[in-house]
């Protein structure tokens, strides 16, 4: 089945620490995304990438790094400049031929001890 | 900028009910119009898009119609399940694959 995998479901940070989310697809499709969701808030993008060894940020990219080494994984860094991150995060990914329809994996909860 | 607006929630509704689900939004250019459902701890699923003026998307009893003069992309469903209980968000998209999304709208169907 092709789909969108992120790992791990729920993850944990301690204050001072990086982490980093899992995104991998086997979609082929060219372009990739990060959203973070905030509860009662709609979902409000991190970075994105449309080919490989590509990326933009988003609108709140402070805080975070990406890496698009490979077509079908685009891991997200939480690090610990990101002062609130606890979060629902939702990795995403579109084919080049129609890029504004975008299928999303199930997500990664951030929470910080 | 572009920016979408949904219906403020929750909507709770009885099961077989008519549901509808207000947006509107504000775009530069022909964007391509969308509803997303989230259900609880999941990511999100695409439910039905527009991708021009007067087009109507439908998916599992849902539809939608861009409406260019208004500015909207209502969601309606004839007769809701308990199983329609989520979260629903309507979003815009452009052709360079941003999307902009509305706050979402938590909807609970009771039997």
């Known amino acids: 089945d092709g789909g969108i995998t992120q790992s791990p479901k729920y993850l944990f940070r301690k204050e001072g620490q990086n982490v980093t989310l899992s995104c991998e697809q086997n979609?082929?499709?060219?372009?990739m995304y990060w959203y973070r969701q905030d509860p009662g808030q709609g979902l409000r993008l991190i970075y994105y990438?449309?080919?490989?060894?590509?990326?933009q940020k988003g609108d709140i990219a402070e805080g975070y790094s990406v890496s698009r080494e490979k077509k079908e994984s685009f891991p997200l860094t939480v690090t610990s400049a990101q002062k609130n991150p606890t979060a629902f995060y939702l990795c995403?990914?579109?084919?080049?031929?129609?890029?504004?329809?975008?299928?999303f994996g199930p997500g990664t909860r951030l929470l910080v001890l | 900028g572009n920016s979408v607006t949904q219906m403020e929630g929750p909507v709770t509704l009885s099961e077989e009910a008519f549901l509808t689900i207000n947006c509107t939004y504000t775009?530069?250019?022909?964007?391509?119009l969308f509803w997303y459902v989230q259900y609880p701890g999941e990511g999100l699923q695409l439910l039905l898009k527009?991708?021009?003026?007067?087009d109507k998307g439908s998916n599992k009893g849902f539809e939608a119609t861009y409406r260019k003069e208004t500015t909207s992309f209502h969601l309606e469903k004839g007769s809701v399940q308990v199983s329609d209980s989520a979260v629903y968000f309507c979003?815009?998209?452009?052709?360079?694959?941003?999307?902009?999304f509305g706050q979402g709208t938590i909807l609970t169907v009771h039997p």
């Open positions: 995403a990914s579109s084919d080049s031929g129609s890029k504004e329809t975008q299928y």
């Open positions: 979609l082929n499709h060219d372009a």
């Open positions: 990438s449309q080919i490989v060894n590509d990326f």
């Open positions: 775009a530069t250019g022909y964007p391509s």
């Open positions: 527009a991708t021009k003026a007067d």
């Open positions: 979003a815009l998209g452009t052709s360079y694959g941003k999307l902009t």
